[in-house]
Structures are given as structure tokens and as C-alpha cells.
T-cell receptor, first 112, second 115 residues
Framework: SQQGEEDPQALSIQEGENATMNCSYKTSINNLQWYRQNSGRGLVHLILIRSNEREKHSGRLRVTLDTSKKSSSLLITASRAADTASYFCARYPKGGSEKLVFGKGMKLTVNP | KAGVTQTPRYLIKTRGQQVTLSCSPISGHRSVSWYQQTPGQGLQFLFEYFSETQRNKGNFPGRFSGRQFSNSRSEMNVSTLELGDSALYLC??????????????FGPGTRLTVL
């Protein structure tokens, strides 16, 4: 079963607004990554944040990580219609097998 | 550099048949991972190959198998197809794979439909 979930599962906003997506997980991690998937296509890596980092930026994206709460958030500022996609958080768990574990994803719709 | 390529992009099979999917990683990447994506179960890890060896395996039955060639290209095979195997199969490559816990580069996927 998936470890952790994105929240909310779906979000609909207007162009120009900010979008915040949250991800929770249960076990300790080496790092956490966010990916985007446009309808039925492959995933695109957005940003990677290591367990010893608290915040990271990339363009209009800001990711925070709170390891004490086992949660991360992805903020997209000044959203565009092209940001419409599904967003996934994925974690490399600490210990155990070395595989990337994905959440179920969150559907973001940005209305023009 | 060319991205990860997967062939074929679409496939229709009937129950009981077998299928082979192919993945060519980014040049220089030695790790290839395979994932199954379905609406109900989401993205699930199938297995990872590194330098022609299966390094990690997910919780899938033995009908799902894979291999990696010396040029890092990988194939996965599903035998005795079931309706529930209908899914988008994604391949991802990375430089070192799980050991470096780095980003993965995904191909466009193969959409498999089992009738």
C-alpha cells in the first residue's frame, strides 16, 4: 500500500492564484521528491528535498519539509493553465529496500 | 541528450497472452525502474535493474519479470495476462538508482489494455 497521501486529492483554482499541496508519510525518509504528470503521460521531476533540508525553491515552486511532522508541502505561485496536471510526492524511505514510494497523487486544475 | 523512450506506446492484448515492453534509458544512466500505474492502486514499483542485475523488487506476482541488457536497455515481460494488468507501465532511469536516492527520469509510458 502507498505510504502517505497527498492532500487535497483535487484542487481547482483560477489562473494567478497560488496552489498548495500537502504530502504526509509514515516512515523516515532519505529524501522527498515532487513529480508532475500531465494526463496519461510520463512523470516529470520537479524538485527534490533532502531530509536535512527544510525548504527549497525552483522558479515558481517552493517545497517545505517538516520531518518531525512527517509532512511536506508544494506551493505553486502565480499558477497558470499549463500547471493543470496531477502532482505526486515520492519518498525514498530510510532503511529497507531502496525504492521510490509514490503517493496517490493530487489533481490540480487551473482555470483560465 | 535524448530522454527515456518506451516502446510500444500502446498495446492491446487478450487474457492469457504474454507481452514484452521495452525501455531505453537516458545515455549514461545505469539504473532502470519499472512502475505500474492504475486508477485504483496508483503508482506501484515493479522492479529496478542496475548493471544487468535486479536490485529491488516490488510486490508483484512472478508473472511480472524483467531484464536489463549490457547497454542498460531494459525489457519487462508479463505472462498469462489478466484483465487487472491493464495499466500504464512507466519506465524510469537514473544515474545510479536507489543507492543515490536521486531523481528519476520517466518515459512516456506504455498503455496496456487487456481484453
Amino acid at each position: 500500500s502507498q505510504q502517505g497521501e497527498e492532500d487535497p486529492q483535487a484542487l481547482s483554482i483560477q489562473e494567478g492564484e497560488n496552489a498548495t499541496m500537502n504530502c504526509s508519510y509514515k516512515t523516515s525518509i532519505n529524501n522527498l521528491q515532487w513529480y508532475r504528470q500531465n494526463s496519461g503521460r510520463g512523470l516529470v521531476h520537479l524538485i527534490l528535498i533532502r531530509s536535512n533540508e527544510r525548504e527549497k525553491h525552483s522558479g515558481r515552486l517552493r517545497v517545505t519539509l517538516d520531518t518531525s511532522k512527517k509532512s511536506s508541502s508544494l506551493l505553486i505561485t502565480a499558477s497558470r493553465a499549463a500547471d493543470t496536471a496531477s502532482y505526486f510526492c515520492a519518498r525514498y524511505p530510510k532503511g529497507g529496500s531502496e525504492k521510490l514510494v509514490f503517493g496517490k497523487g493530487m489533481k490540480l486544475t487551473v482555470n483560465p | 541528450k535524448a530522454g527515456v523512450t518506451q516502446t510500444p506506446r500502446y498495446l492491446i492484448k487478450t487474457r492469457g497472452q504474454q507481452v514484452t515492453l521495452s525501455c531505453s534509458p537516458i545515455s549514461g544512466h545505469r539504473s532502470v525502474s519499472w512502475y505500474q500505474q492504475t486508477p485504483g492502486q496508483g503508482l506501484q514499483f515493479l522492479f529496478e535493474y542496475f548493471s544487468e542485475t535486479q536490485r529491488n523488487k516490488g510486490n508483484f506476482p512472478g508473472r511480472f519479470s524483467g531484464r536489463q541488457f549490457s547497454n542498460s536497455r531494459s525489457e519487462m515481460n508479463v505472462s498469462t495476462l489478466e484483465l487487472g494488468d491493464s495499466a500504464l507501465y512507466l519506465c524510469a532511469s537514473s544515474l545510479e538508482g536507489g543507492g543515490s536516492w536521486g531523481e528519476q527520469f520517466f518515459g512516456p509510458g506504455t498503455r496496456l489494455t487487456v481484453l
